[in-house]
Nanobody, 124 residues
Framework: QVQLVESGGGSVQAGGSLRLSCIAS???????MGWFRQAPGKEREGVAA???????AYSASVKGRFTVSKDNAKSTLTLQMNSLKSEDTAMYYC???????????????????WGQGTQVTVSS
């Protein structure tokens, strides 16, 4: 069973930065992984993901501000978040999928393993 553990969340003022990390219990080499978030009363949203070949995808709301990366040697997925806005406030989750094929890698329904989440709060 894959274990994913997120860290790096916290409280920050608008315009600030945070760096989220997700450590996996298995090798992340050639794995599809992503970051998702859910704010109270809202649906889960795919934020950023990285495909097996290193291709990345971002939601329109974070593109240009967030950067997803993967360190295969450390089995770690990272999300660098800059220019944070109050609307970025949410619980952020790391996820991994073994599903192959061509599909939207920001679609959380395709992911098999999830972390417990880390809270990000941005005050304006």
């Amino acid at each position: 069973q894959v274990q994913l553990v997120e860290s790096g969340g916290g409280s920050v003022q608008a315009g600030g930065s945070l760096r989220l990390s997700c450590i996996a219990s298995i090798s992340v080499y050639m794995q599809r992984m992503g970051w998702f978030r859910q704010a109270p009363g809202k649906e889960r949203e795919g934020v950023a993901a990285i495909d097996r070949d290193g291709t990345t995808a971002y939601s329109a709301s974070v593109k240009g501000r967030f950067t997803v990366s993967k360190d295969n040697a450390k089995s770690t997925l990272t999300l660098q978040m800059n220019s944070l806005k109050s609307e970025d406030t949410a619980m952020y989750y790391c996820a991994l999928t073994f599903n192959g094929g061509r599909w939207d890698i920001l679609d959380g329904a395709q992911y098999d393993a999830w972390g417990q989440g880390t809270q990000v709060t941005v005050s304006s």
